[in-house]
């Protein structure tokens, strides 16, 4: 019983120092990589302009498939 315990405190042990190195890795990168507010609107107008694309595609492509299997 005592060896499981020990177990147990060693794994959460290591899972609180792997927290704690990730943490304070992930708050400067956050710190480094800050994205402003016109960053934020530049991104998504990118993203909506890459979905009206793939949406047109996918309209021009059933279209092209439906006149030709018409025929």
Known sequence: MREAIRGWRRGLDWVKRLLQT???TALKLRD???MSEETFHLFL???VG???????LG???FNLGFLTGLH
Request: glycine content about 16%; aromatic content about 10%; charged content about 5%.
């Open 22 to 24: 990730h943490w304070t």
């Open 32 to 34: 480094h990589a800050r």
């Open 45 to 47: 107008a990118g993203l």
């Open 50 to 56: 890459i979905i009206g694309g793939l949406t047109q």
């Open 59 to 61: 309209y021009l492509l």
